[in-house]
């Protein structure tokens, strides 16, 4: 074999050979978080159990064997009405939401602070979304919607058909999605939450931060925390207002029919590894990470997310640890490199901070030796952090996301020519990273003045599945 460094094998062997201790997903971390038996079994037989679907072995699509049963097992974990295994991680969730629920031309209110896989939902549904914007916390990071921003934008979009939130956040922020459960009961609207972050929630305390307890419709990345191969995901139905049978079929068009068996069998395991220890394992858990997080506050200079920074009503889930050296001088993307020298994986970078992801893998000694690392790190002058205002007044809505997909063709202009123009992508500028424009949005003069401000930052775009990031010159536009 040859070893040109940039080849795909000399780059994933050096990329584990130099990896001690992950803190990102997926949650099984290198394996550590199954137990030994299943372990030894899975990495025994990983090539033998990579089969096709056969009748022997159940099938994805219309499962009546083992696949039955682990989607009735985890159904009654979560006490959902019904459980669809995921093999495209949430993004098929949310994807198969959509297309169930909705039609072309619907409405519906969608937190600003979403995955990207939620444009791609609107897109395949036709629907127009009609975007709230979340809380922004001290220090650039996002919040959540709360009841009360809720409230106030179904008062003013009465029509629209459903409330789409995400919590918890990626950097762990949990809203109070009882309460918006009750607002959306009142108005008649379907809840639909993004909990790809919160799969370990319902075995936390008494289960009450999980979403499944209060929405209609709940996305789980299995994967992200708990023992199970990356992608393996869950959709739960919690109430009777979706229909099942039309869910089902939205979860199947849209799933590949190859389905990996090691993942799926990972997802049997870790519903029988949650049914026997999922809160003793939850809340060793979350237990490291606010160990993690005292011991880091610590350190000179360091800043870590904590629940005296969220807003009333909001909780912190404690594996996620958003740690900032800014006073520093250390930007994230530094942090990261250090990290990564020192053995040391972490899930995100930003260029203010640094977001460390746990999961049921995750040991004492993993935390240690992030502490341990991030004691070494330099000092350098401080980072002299400019505090942008979020434009205030959301973008008109010109176009659906749908309608600048299918109908029209795109053009690229400078920024400082954009004004009165449709935009053609997602543009999430960081700080605080949530998307200032979105692909139909009429652009704003505010806005400009705001992507110029932010310059400085590096700028994530998504433009229907392409990712950049850069210092935002050009914009793409509807070519009318
Ligand atoms: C909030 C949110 N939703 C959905 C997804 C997509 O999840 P997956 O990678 O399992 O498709 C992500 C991925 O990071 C996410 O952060």
Redesign the pocket.
């Known amino acids: 074999m040859t070893q040109r460094e940039n080849e795909f094998f000399t780059v994933m062997r050096n990329y584990i050979s130099k990896e001690k201790h992950s803190f990102h ?1 997926p949650g099984h971390k290198a394996g550590a978080a199954f137990e030994k038996g299943f372990r030894d079994f899975l990495q025994k037989n990983i090539y033998n159990l990579d089969i096709t679907v056969t009748p022997f072995v159940d099938s994805l699509h219309e499962p009546s064997g083992c696949i039955k049963e682990t989607q009735g097992k985890i159904s009654a974990l979560y006490g959902a009405k019904k459980s669809f295994l ?1 093999v ?7 994807l198969a939401v959509f297309l169930s629920l909705f039609r072309d031309g619907d409405s519906v209110l969608i937190s600003r ?3 990207k ?2 444009i791609a939902a609107c897109v395949i549904s036709g629907i127009y979304p009609v975007w709230m914007n979340p809380e922004i916390i001290p220090g650039g990071i996002t919040g959540e919607v709360s009841s009360k921003i809720v409230l106030k934008y179904l008062n003013s979009y009465p029509e629209t058909k459903a409330v789409f939130i ?1 919590s918890p ?2 950097h762990g922020i949990i809203t109070d999605v009882k309460k918006i459960a009750e607002v959306c009961r009142e108005f008649g609207k379907i809840l639909i939450v ?1 909990e ?2 919160g799969p370990h929630l319902k075995f936390y305390g008494n289960g009450s931060f999980s979403a499944v307890n209060y929405a209609d419709c709940v ?1 789980q ?1 299995f ?2 925390i708990l023992p199970v191969f990356s ?1 393996g ?1 869950v959709l739960h139905i919690c109430s009777d207002i979706p229909d099942i049978e039309n869910m089902e079929k939205a979860v199947s068009l849209l799933s590949t029919t190859s389905p990996f068996y090691p993942m799926l069998l990972t997802m049997d395991y870790a519903a029988g590894l949650l049914a026997k220890k999922g809160k003793k394992l939850t809340m060793k858990m979350m237990k490291l990470g606010s160990y993690a997080s005292k011991k880091i506050k610590a350190l000179p200079f360091a800043r870590v997310l904590d629940k005296s920074l969220l807003p009333p009503g909001n909780s912190l889930d404690t594996s996620k640890i958003t740690i900032d050296f800014e006073r520093r001088g250390l930007t994230g993307f530094f942090i990261q490199n250090f990290l990564r020298k020192h053995g040391i994986g972490i899930d995100c970078a930003n260029p203010l901070n640094v977001i460390a992801t746990l999961g049921f893998g995750n040991t004492k000694e993993d935390v240690d030796s992030l502490i341990s690392a991030l004691k070494k790190l330099p000092h350098r002058k401080a980072i002299k952090f400019k505090e942008f205002s979020f434009p205030a007044t959301p973008s008109e809505i010109a176009l659906s996301p749908r309608e600048v997909y299918m109908k029209y063709r795109k053009k690229k202009i400078p920024l400082i020519a954009a004004a009165g123009q449709i935009c053609a992508e997602m543009l999430a500028p960081y700080p605080p990273g949530i998307p200032v424009l979105l692909p139909g949005e009429r652009i704003t003069k505010d806005v400009i003045d705001y992507l110029k401000a932010v310059d400085l930052f590096k700028c994530s775009a998504f433009e229907y599945g392409k990712e950049r990031e850069n210092k935002l010159k050009y914009i793409t536009v509807i070519d009318v």
């Open positions: 997903t995921l495209n991680g949430s993004t098929l969730g949310n602070n979403i995955h896989s939620v995400t956040t990626y993004d790809a972050w996305i990345s994967h992200k992608q995901s």
